[in-house]
């Protein structure tokens, strides 16, 4: 159960906004370039059964969608925010800026800096306004971050999310007996 097929259909259209009526997650990234990069996190969130909608959202190109976003997530009844962004990436920073929610920022590797440029722009925040930053590419992680979230308050996502674990650790100790083998 703990497998996560990258390639299944994903549940909503990417781009085509709010999709899922009543989604928990929201994952946005600011160009459609980042969509590879930001589909593992929907595979997660397809895994653990969590409604999400995914849309493209730009700091830079879409002030004012940003802001109504960002403004109206909460009382949308978004718990938690995935934002993915490369280059100056000040999306997941300033959805913070105007949402309470929690905000997972993901550092897309998209430019000629190797995705460190985004990584120290999403994580280097100042005092006060928190985002907390996943590794360069790695949707997955804020996922699985955001289902850790929201677990605190729903009981059968910690018995999901030890099954996953327990998943991980099967998978390596199946590779450590087949080296034994050898
Ligand atoms: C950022 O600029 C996006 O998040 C993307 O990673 C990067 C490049 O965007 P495109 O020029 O590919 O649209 O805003």
């Keep these: 159960p703990q497998e996560v097929d990258l390639y299944a259909p994903i549940s909503p259209t990417p781009g085509s906004g709010f999709s899922d009526p009543n989604p928990l997650v929201g994952i946005i990234m600011g160009s459609d370039s980042d969509l590879p990069v930001?589909?593992?996190?929907?595979?997660?969130?397809?895994?653990?059964k969590i409604p999400y909608e995914l849309t493209i959202v730009s700091a830079h190109r879409t002030p004012d969608r940003?802001?109504?976003y960002a403004r109206s997530a909460s009382s949308r009844g978004l718990r938690t925010i995935i934002a993915g962004a490369g280059g100056a990436a000040h999306l997941p920073g300033m959805v913070a800026s105007?949402?309470?929610?929690?905000?997972?920022?993901?550092p897309v590797k998209g430019s000629s800096l190797d995705g460190v440029d985004s990584l120290?722009?999403?994580?280097?925040?100042?005092?006060?306004?928190p985002v907390a930053t996943v590794a360069i590419n790695n949707s997955t992680n804020a996922g699985l971050l955001a289902v850790r979230i929201l677990a605190a308050g729903m009981p059968?996502?910690?018995?999901?999310?030890d099954e996953y674990l327990k998943g991980l650790e099967t998978e390596v100790m199946g590779k450590v007996s087949k080296l034994e083998e050898v």
């Design 120 to 129: 120290h722009s999403i994580l280097q925040m100042p005092r006060g306004i």
């Design 98 to 106: 105007m949402s309470a929610l929690p905000v997972i920022g993901v």
């Design 156 to 161: 059968a996502l910690i018995t999901a999310m």
């Design 66 to 68: 940003l802001v109504e």
């Design 38 to 48: 930001m589909l593992p996190a929907a595979r997660i969130l397809d895994h653990f």
